[in-house]
């Protein structure tokens, strides 16, 4: 198989056509979804939402044949193999994102997005759809294209941090709303770090979809409010929490670092 230059413009062009391709996809197969699948809402959602990314994953499939750089991930069960610590590990982490990232919705900047997001809760747990979407179509889809595809393209020509920075920067944008696009940045690092680590895509989407059940879970605890919110304005706990909460990112940015080049290292 051979690679383009990493200084290369055919080599850039897959990244930023890939992410042209998944919103000409979304536009479409919403068009289609509409048309095939008129009611119920959330049975047309999960159809535009599932047609968007296949859409997608067949272009960067097309992409592959005529530039044999573009990786595309075995669905062989040896392939997919389950690491439960790291899954621990990343679910830590992404608890530890939203404690650090939950007082931004206090911000006038993130007001809407905090509306925007109860709003869209709302309307996924009044449909079996909705939630199939939430906890089926989002942790496959995502994690297959983002992390198998993407990051493993970029990765191979920019190393483990470029990949996943950039794989994890084009995942969080395609979640539109501010407050959205920065969590999901951090979490698509996560994500792809415990994809690069493992080498096995089970563990991004494991993690994945408890996070998603998770949240739905306490969304029906808890309704509009954040657990992460309340659990912050206990006067005893929630700066002890904060402080947790961000020392946990810390140390796992600092480790993660240091595995990159560890093992860059071993492999020279």
Not at 89 to 100: D, M, P
Request: proline residues 6%.
């Amino acid at each position: 198989m051979t690679f383009p230059n990493k200084t290369s413009l055919r080599f850039w062009l897959f990244p930023v056509s890939l992410l042209l391709a998944f919103v000409l996809s979304s536009y479409l197969a919403a068009y289609l979804a509409r048309l095939i699948f008129p009611a119920p809402e959330g049975l047309t959602l999960l159809a535009g939402y599932s047609l968007a990314f296949l859409f997608t994953i067949g272009w960067a499939s097309a992409y592959r044949r005529s530039g044999a750089f573009v990786y595309l991930p075995s669905w062989h069960p040896r392939r997919w193999k389950f690491r439960p610590q790291a899954v621990l590990l990343g679910l830590l982490l992404t608890f530890a994102v939203s404690i650090v990232l939950t007082p931004l919705l206090n911000l006038p900047f993130f007001a809407g997005d905090y509306a925007e997001l109860t709003d869209q809760m709302a309307r996924t747990v009044n449909s079996p759809w909705g939630i199939a979407t939430t906890l089926l179509a989002a942790p496959i889809l995502e994690e297959y294209l983002f992390r198998g595809i993407l990051q493993t393209t970029l990765t191979r020509r920019l190393g483990p941090l470029g990949g996943i920075a950039i794989a994890s920067l084009l995942f969080g944008a395609i979640h539109i709303h501010p407050y959205q696009v920065l969590y999901a940045t951090l979490l698509g690092m996560i994500l792809g770090m415990v994809y690069w680590r493992t080498a096995s895509l089970l563990n991004a989407v494991a993690i994945h979809f408890l996070n998603n059940a998770i949240t739905l879970l306490l969304y029906f605890n808890s309704g509009d409010t954040p657990v992460e919110e309340t659990l912050l304005r206990q006067p005893r706990l929630g700066p002890w929490l904060y402080a947790a909460a961000a020392a946990c990112l810390l140390a796992g940015v600092v480790v993660s670092v240091l595995v990159v080049r560890k093992r860059s290292r071993s492999s020279r």
